[in-house]
């Protein structure tokens, strides 16, 4: 599939401001999660165009992210998720390019699902190491700042669509990328997107119909897991083995996204 497929149903999209977006940001959430072929994509765009508008950032429609996570030495967030804890954390430090922006994010999950998540910005990536930033973890995630270390880079394009009520948000992130920065082991996803619904809570919603429609269902598995499964294979993982069969029979249905 060529970008410019992908960038020409985009287009006829209503758009929206990224400082209009500010008022959707949802900071306390219900996520859902999806990983789809890309073959799928252009359909999924086009059934969702009535009822969602585009983020648009300087004319770009597709923005760039880089992302990097951080854990304690031994995993403990990724080892949290994988052995099922209901309550658990993620702390990242994430680059939105296109805005020249970054945001040392601290994201909470507690034991009804919902999402809370805390951000500070930051002048640059390696500023978390900063005296600001340290403040900022020791109020609010569960890990002192000292025990921290970067564990994954990842990179991906992000669509962020709203929908025309400002009541949900949809993202669809394409060409994931990771990197464990231990031993710079990198991994690519081509061939997959992964599609996050963030809404107040678990209510109606046409994209989810959209989704159900075309038999795409839920996979829980966050791009933390994800990218540590693919770059860290020394890693415990046999939770996410059944998971990891699915997204490979999704991926084989399409050669990738250029």
């Known amino acids: 599939m060529k970008r410019e497929i992908i960038e020409s149903i985009l287009a006829g999209y209503s758009s929206i401001s990224l400082v209009e977006m500010d008022n959707v940001r949802l900071m306390n959430r219900v996520d859902t999660k999806y990983t789809v072929s890309l073959s799928l994509l252009p359909e999924i765009l086009k059934r969702l165009q009535p009822d969602y508008l585009i983020q648009e950032i300087d004319g770009l ?12 030495c031994d995993r403990a967030m990724y080892l949290d998720h994988h052995n099922g804890r209901r309550t658990r954390e993620k702390i990242r430090v994430r680059t939105y390019v296109d805005s020249q922006t970054v945001f040392l994010e601290v994201k909470n999950k507690n034991n009804k699902g919902r999402t809370k998540k805390k ?9 978390y190491k900063q005296q600001k930033a340290e403040a900022f973890l020791e109020k609010h995630a569960k890990y002192a700042p000292d025990t921290l270390i970067p564990r994954l880079e990842n990179s991906f394009y992000r669509i962020t669509l709203v929908n025309k009520t400002k009541t949900e948000r949809l993202t669809i992130d394409v060409n994931l990328a990771f990197r464990n920065p ?18 107040t809570g678990n209510i109606p919603s ?26 860290a294979p020394e890693v415990k993982s046999n ?7 699915q997204l490979n029979k999704i991926g084989k249905q399409q050669n990738g996204f250029v």
């Not at 429609?61 to 304690?72: G, I, P």
């Not at 951000?119 to 500023?127: G, S, T």
């Not at 231990?182 to 996050?196: F, N, T």
């Open 61 to 72: 429609l597709l923005n760039a992210y880089r992302t990097v996570y951080l854990d304690t």
């Open 119 to 127: 951000r500070i910005e930051l002048p640059d990536l390696k500023a």
């Open 182 to 199: 231990s031993d710079g082991l990198e991994k690519q996803l081509d061939d997959l997107a992964v599609i996050e619904l963030k809404q």
């Open 206 to 231: 046409f994209a989810k119909s959209v989704l159900s429609g075309l038999r795409i269902h839920p996979v829980n598995i966050s791009k933390y897991c994800l990218g540590t499964i693919l770059t």
């Open 239 to 245: 939770r996410f083995k059944l998971k990891m069969i």
